[in-house]
C-alpha cells in the first residue's frame, strides 16, 4: 500500500508564491511519472505539471514560467513551486504518483488535495 501526503497549500495574495509537496511512503520500488492536478469549484480536474523519472517536464500553458515542478528521488517526493500566483490559480490541488510497488506491480495514487487561494 502507497500513500500520499500533501502540504504547503494556503492563502496568498495576488503575485505570490507557494511551494507545494508531495511525500510518498509505503511499499515502493520505484516512482515514473509525478504530477500535480488541480479543480477548481464547478471545473474538471486539469493536469498543472508532470515530471517523468528522467526529469522531462510539462506543464499547462496558462502556468508556464510561473511554475516549476521537481522532484526528490530519494525521498520519493514531488514538488510545486508556484510563483507569480494569480486569482484564477485558485483550486485544490492534488498530486500524483505512478507508483511500482515491491510487488511488482504498478498502480496510481492520488493525495487528498490541498487547497490553495489567491487573493486580488
Known amino acids: 500500500q502507497v500513500q500520499l501526503v500533501e502540504s504547503g497549500g494556503g492563502l496568498v495574495q495576488a503575485g505570490g508564491s507557494l511551494r507545494l509537496s508531495c511525500a510518498a511512503s509505503g511499499s515502493i520500488f520505484s516512482i515514473k511519472a509525478m504530477g500535480w492536478y488541480r479543480q477548481a469549484p464547478g471545473n474538471e480536474r486539469e493536469l498543472v505539471a508532470r515530471?517523468?523519472?528522467?526529469?522531462?517536464?510539462n506543464y499547462k500553458d496558462s502556468v508556464k514560467g510561473r511554475f516549476s515542478i521537481y522532484r526528490d528521488n530519494t525521498k520519493n517526493t514531488a514538488y510545486l513551486q508556484m510563483n507569480s500566483l494569480k486569482p484564477e490559480d485558485t483550486a485544490v490541488y492534488y498530486c500524483n504518483m505512478g507508483v511500482l510497488s515491491t510487488t511488482l506491480r504498478w498502480d496510481d495514487y492520488w493525495g487528498q488535495g490541498t487547497q490553495v487561494t489567491v487573493s486580488s
Open positions: 515530471i517523468t523519472l528522467d526529469g522531462s517536464t
